[in-house]
């Protein structure tokens, strides 16, 4: 892998500075303004080869699907899609915006617990690979709308291994209190009872939650599911061709960089986030010697580390308990921290010689008490009109952001080595109420 693309260089203002691949991010957001998101090009491909390389050696035929959700920006799809992995997708937008971005209609999964009757038409008339189905009521819809449409449907059915992924409760998907997928035990009766032509059930999926740091518990979902593709061959007599383990690969998030300048970060998992190819080796073990394609679909894991979100101080203020730097990116912009407690390593854009360290916390301007990008933070003192760079935000950051308080979206622009282009222009206000 190629050096981490976001790092401090010297610049033309004699201080040290953040960068980008070949730019200083300074200068382009005297371009583009702030809040901005940055994504390196060098770091997704970086990213995606890492995975491929990993599955390679593990002498397994893996197959790696990328899921739309962390990210769906057309340009970002574009470049992912040309280094032929699949697309993951949960709605019809995706649909459309992987189409759009030139991944096939047989590299597309479409999981989801919710998806309409338009959806599932729309799926079946593009003839994506398979339809991923999370009830026995949406069985029965794809079945009745293949029957009208004369399509014989591609069908995996997820499962709810009842695996505890061990992360927030609010990425934990496997387990028997979360609404997705079909409770293992349920499975092989629905299978027996639903034998028609017009439904082609050739695989199994299971997603087991998000930012999972540990290996076991995707060992112990791949466990269960071996166990009910033997039950469904002896039983059933049907033959499971494809096995879909998800995404759900958790990445670091401290210490992303590192300068003498900015504290050292305390982090107990971090340290032992497995690699790739531990990963994959382990859970293609479990299938060691079936005749089945495993495919992971990861977003998080390509997509995270390869953007920030700059962001300009607009004020500091301290009383007896607190400071806050108030800076012009928000909840809106970057919901993980208030809605899960997600965290993400702050650093300062430019670097200043011999800096104090104090607690601060960096928080946006939306009126909510939940606003903030981190709380108590050991930084560097921060001034008005100062950048700041949140890092790893690619994943699950533009995706998830909105217009509350009536705050446009951000822009987003793409660097390339010495070149930057705009891949979503700023929102305008206009944009939002007309
Ligand atoms: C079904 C499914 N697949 C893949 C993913 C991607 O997960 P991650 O970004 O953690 O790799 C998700 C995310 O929640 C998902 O719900």
Redesign the pocket.
């Known amino acids: 892998m190629q050096q981490f693309p976001f790092f401090y260089q010297e610049s033309n203002t004699s201080t040290e500075a953040l960068f980008c691949e070949d730019l200083d991010i300074s200068e382009i957001t005297n371009v583009f303004g702030t809040p901005l998101f940055v994504y390196s090009k060098q770091r997704i491909l970086d990213n995606i080869n890492a995975f491929k390389n990993a599955a390679d050696n593990t002498g397994h035929p893996w197959k790696i699907s990328y899921?739309l959700?962390?990210n769906s920006n057309i340009e970002l799809l574009r470049i992912i899609s040309a280094q032929d992995v699949g697309a993951?997708i949960?709605s019809g937008g995706e649909l459309r915006a992987a189409l759009t971005a030139g991944f096939q209609p047989e590299q597309i999964t479409f999981?989801?617990p919710g998806k309409t009757d338009a959806e599932i038409d729309l799926a079946l008339r593009t003839k994506i690979k398979a339809i991923?189905v999370e009830s026995s009521q949406e069985l029965e819809v794809v079945h009745s709308q293949a029957i009208a449409l004369g399509i014989v449907a591609p069908v995996y059915i997820?499962i709810n291994p009842h695996v505890d992924a061990k992360t927030h409760p609010y990425?934990s998907?496997g387990l028997l209190e979360n609404k997705?997928g079909i409770d293992i035990d349920q499975v092989l009766d629905l299978i027996k009872t639903f034998h028609s032509p017009w439904l082609n059930i050739i695989g199994l999926?299971t997603?087991i939650?998000?930012?999972?740091t540990t290996i076991t518990p995707f060992v112990e979902a791949a466990e269960s599911i071996k166990h009910l593709v033997l039950k469904l061959k002896q039983e059933a007599s049907v033959d499971i061709k494809y096995l879909d383990l998800?995404?759900?690969?958790?990445i670091q998030y401290h210490n992303i960089i590192t300068h003498p300048n900015i504290p050292f970060e305390n982090s107990t998992n971090d340290a032992l986030i497995p690699t790739h190819e531990e990963f994959l080796s382990s859970i293609a073990n479990v299938f060691n010697g079936m005749d089945i394609e495993l495919t992971v679909?990861?977003?998080?894991?390509i997509i995270a580390d390869t953007a920030i979100l700059v962001s300009k101080v607009l004020y500091t203020k301290s009383n007896t308990k607190r400071t806050f730097v108030i800076v012009d990116a928000a909840m809106n912009d970057l919901i993980r921290p208030s809605l899960y407690g997600a965290y993400h390593q702050i650093v300062p854009v430019s670097i200043v010689a011999n800096p104090e360290i104090h607690l601060a916390s960096v928080v946006g301007p939306i009126c909510e008490t939940g606003d903030f990008l981190a709380l108590d933070r050991e930084l560097p003192i921060i001034n008005r009109s100062d950048l700041v760079a949140v890092m790893c935000v690619g994943?699950?950051g533009f995706s998830l952001s909105s217009n509350y308080n009536l705050r446009p979206k951000a822009a987003e622009v793409l660097i390339d080595g010495s070149k930057v282009r705009i891949i979503r222009k700023r929102q305008t206000i206009e944009d939002i109420l007309l």
């Open positions: 899921a959700k962390a993951s949960v999981d989801g991923v997820r990425i998907t997705f999926h997603h939650g998000s930012q999972i998800g995404g759900g690969r958790g679909e990861p977003g998080r894991a994943a699950y």
